[in-house]
């Protein structure tokens, strides 16, 4: 993807607040979001600055989601981009967007898109081996699959909630001794996950190839997938996750395009001579080269920053994870999400859950803050926003 005006680190926004040192949201990045104001009808807009743009000034209107205009491909979306970018530039402003500025902390930010589907990977192999040797600690810590298949599983779209959306603890069969017993999670974590959401998509019985695969990426957001580790522990043999994951899964409001991202481009995990090469369906000479994205990931703890990490440690490529989803012709659809899995590092202070850290887990009242940013020498920084979700007491089974 090459680069273009529009990743210009010199270029600045009439929207002052767009030009302020360490803002998440500079006229290089400019996410798409769903938004609303009291009384008002949910619609498109764009961040810029501490304002949002509505895209009804450029005549667009999305209705209550951005499905529709992921379904439309890659060429729309850069054309969008242009046009917003050219109207919001101090070089050239549009004076016509002045009117469709909407301060920021006077809007509901919502859903973004409505998820027909989700699926999360286990892409961080950091993350894999230090459970593996939690979990297997005399065996080795990785699957023998693990570097040849892009392992995931089948989430539940519909507990997909928005930044700040309170997470209620939850309930379920827990083995401790002899007899399992079933209430609250004690040992509730949290993941810290990029998604990916899903453009054009494919039919049913047709496959994506690994060089059409970001054809079909709108961009990505933070995702939190929270895990109640100890209901997790007793219910996932033989088939895996299922209600220790599916009571919330939390994602930040705006969708950072694969276009603004396109200056932190980066190659793909360095693999090890030993470790296998791809299948052919996975292969992709450009993808390895290019396929990665210098994205760093924060995880902060009752306003106390926990760990850091980065997408780097991510073993397999967005590319790979929608190339190997579809390769037995699954379908996606406009708006449907696929979860890195968590990203860690492999030393203390970048594990991207606590069950690594080995710490004590979540409490009642907790708030935990996902962060994302993208920097580069030479380029302007740009911020994917927060997914932010607050721990609320289980409520009984009647």
């Known amino acids: 993807?090459?680069?273009?005006?529009?990743?210009?680190?010199?270029?600045?926004?009439?929207?002052?607040?767009?030009?302020?040192?360490?803002?998440?949201?500079?006229?290089?990045?400019?996410?798409?979001?769903i938004f609303r104001r009291k009384n008002e009808r949910p619609r498109g807009g764009v961040a810029i600055g501490d304002q949002i743009l509505d895209l009804a000034a450029l005549g667009?209107?999305?209705?209550?989601?951005?499905?529709?205009?992921?379904?439309?491909?890659?060429?729309?979306?850069?054309?969008?981009?242009?046009?917003?970018?050219?109207?919001?530039?101090?070089?050239?402003?549009?004076?016509r967007?002045?009117?469709?500025?909407?301060?920021?902390?006077?809007?509901?930010?919502?859903?973004?898109?409505?998820?027909?589907?989700?699926?999360?990977?286990?892409?961080?192999?950091?993350?894999?081996?230090?459970?593996?040797?939690?979990?297997?600690?005399?065996?080795?810590?990785?699957?023998?699959?693990?570097?040849?298949?892009?392992?995931?599983?089948?989430?539940?779209?519909?507990?997909?909630?928005?930044?700040?959306?309170?997470?209620?603890?939850?309930?379920?069969?827990?083995?401790?001794?002899?007899?399992?017993?079933?209430?609250?999670?004690?040992?509730?974590?949290?993941?810290?996950?990029?998604?990916?959401?899903?453009?054009p998509g494919n039919p049913l019985g047709?496959?994506?190839?690994?060089?059409?695969?970001?054809?079909?990426?709108?961009?990505?957001?933070?995702?939190?997938?929270?895990?109640?580790?100890?209901?997790?522990?007793?219910?996932?043999?033989?088939?895996?996750?299922?209600?220790?994951?599916?009571f919330a899964t939390t994602i930040s409001p705006w969708i950072v395009t694969l276009e603004a991202l396109a200056p932190y481009r980066c190659a793909g995990f360095a693999r090890a001579p030993e470790d296998p090469q791809p299948l052919p369906y996975l292969l992709d000479d450009e993808d390895q080269r290019h396929g990665g994205f210098a994205i760093e990931m924060e995880v902060s703890l009752n306003a106390v920053r926990l760990s850091q990490g980065s997408f780097r440690d991510s073993y397999w490529t967005a590319a790979q994870m929608v190339a190997h989803q579809t390769s037995n012709g699954c379908n996606l659809s406009p708006g449907d999400l696929l979860g890195s899995g968590t990203i860690s590092g492999t030393e203390p202070g970048t594990y991207g859950s606590l069950m690594e850290q080995k710490r004590s887990f979540l409490m009642d009242g907790d708030e935990v803050v996902l962060s994302g940013r993208c920097s580069r020498s030479g380029y302007a920084t740009i911020g994917l926003g927060d997914a932010r979700g607050i721990i609320t007491p289980a409520v009984a089974v009647k």
């Open 1 to 33: 993807m090459k680069l273009d005006a529009t990743h210009d680190p010199a270029a600045r926004s009439w929207v002052d607040s767009a030009n302020a040192p360490g803002c998440p949201f500079p006229i290089q990045n400019l996410p798409f979001g």
């Open 97 to 199: 967007f002045r009117k469709f500025l909407v301060p920021m902390k006077k809007a509901e930010l919502l859903l973004p898109v409505a998820v027909g589907d989700y699926s999360d990977f286990f892409t961080g192999i950091h993350h894999a081996s230090n459970m593996g040797r939690i979990l297997r600690p005399d065996s080795p810590p990785l699957l023998p699959n693990y570097k040849w298949v892009p392992i995931g599983y089948h989430g539940r779209a519909s507990s997909i909630v928005i930044s700040g959306t309170a997470v209620r603890r939850p309930l379920g069969q827990i083995k401790t001794g002899e007899r399992p017993e079933f209430g609250p999670s004690r040992r509730l974590d949290y993941e810290a996950e990029l998604g990916f959401v899903i453009g």
């Open 60 to 95: 667009l209107k999305t209705g209550p989601t951005l499905n529709g205009l992921a379904a439309q491909g890659r060429a729309v979306w850069r054309k969008l981009r242009h046009a917003l970018f050219k109207g919001l530039s101090a070089k050239t402003p549009d004076k």
């Open 206 to 246: 047709r496959s994506i190839s690994i060089r059409e695969a970001e054809k079909h990426l709108f961009g990505v957001v933070m995702l939190n997938d929270w895990s109640a580790r100890d209901i997790q522990a007793w219910e996932y043999q033989p088939l895996g996750p299922f209600l220790g994951k599916s």
